[in-house]
């Protein structure tokens, strides 16, 4: 059965470091990938997907991720994190059949100034 | 104002008590979703509905109850709740059923189970 692992339960950083979110995917065939952020007190929002192509994908507010087949990861990454970047990341990986998403249990980003 | 709306936003409940949530999504879309997320837990896939026909029932217990009168709408009706239901209830909606796409999420409704 597919499963995603996101190892760390919360992770902090300070303001303009740069930072990188683990994730590991376990899935028999090419997996479609994504990155979702969610906000205290509102709902998921895409960051980026990684369907096919190049490895490296870029999303929304300057995060990107690098698909690595040989290690089942897909990592998020952001060069320089601002403190709005405070939120929960959940990993997510879509099953065969393409209907049911099924998601890490979430990295909370805490942001110090 | 967001693609997927959901009400009420906070909800308390006695275990017998029988009350709905309501999801309505303004993006088109023809498949729509509820996930349970409980604190320190994955979310849950609870149940997908494909152009109004239910295609997924994630062995959810029959105290939940959907509907999906049409492709814009969804409903989640309870009743007899466990204190264990509390949690953050999120309704999403995609393009279609063939996840290739993102998922368009409302800001979800807290229960509380008394």
Not at chain 1, 34 to 60: M, N
Request: aromatic share 12%.
């Amino acid at each position: 059965a597919q499963s995603v692992t996101q190892p760390d339960i919360h992770i902090t950083v300070s303001e303009g470091a740069s930072l990188e979110l683990r994730c590991n995917y376990s899935y028999g065939a090419t997996p479609y990938l994504f990155w979702y952020v969610q906000s205290p007190g509102q709902g998921l929002q895409l960051l980026l997907k990684y369907f096919s192509g190049d490895t490296l994908v870029q999303g929304i507010k300057g995060f990107e991720a690098e698909f690595k087949r040989s290690q089942s990861s897909f990592n998020l990454r952001k060069p320089s994190v601002h403190w709005s970047d405070a939120a929960e990341y959940f990993c997510a990986v879509v099953n065969t059949g393409g209907f049911k998403t099924i998601f890490g249990a979430g990295t909370r980003l805490f942001v110090k100034a | 104002e967001t693609g997927v709306t959901q009400t009420p936003r906070h909800l308390v409940m006695g275990m017998t008590n029988k009350k709905s949530l309501k999801c309505e999504q303004h993006l088109g879309h023809n498949a729509m979703y509820w996930y349970k997320q409980s604190a320190k837990k994955p979310l849950e896939l609870m149940f997908v509905y494909s152009l109004e026909e239910r295609v997924e029932n994630n062995s959810v217990p029959s105290r939940f109850s959907p509907e999906c009168p049409n492709s814009s709408h969804l409903f989640l009706h309870l009743h007899t709740l466990q204190p264990e239901d509390s949690a953050l209830y999120l309704c999403a909606s995609s393009q279609n059923t063939m996840n290739t796409g993102e998922l368009f999420f409302g800001e979800g409704s807290r229960l509380t189970v008394l």
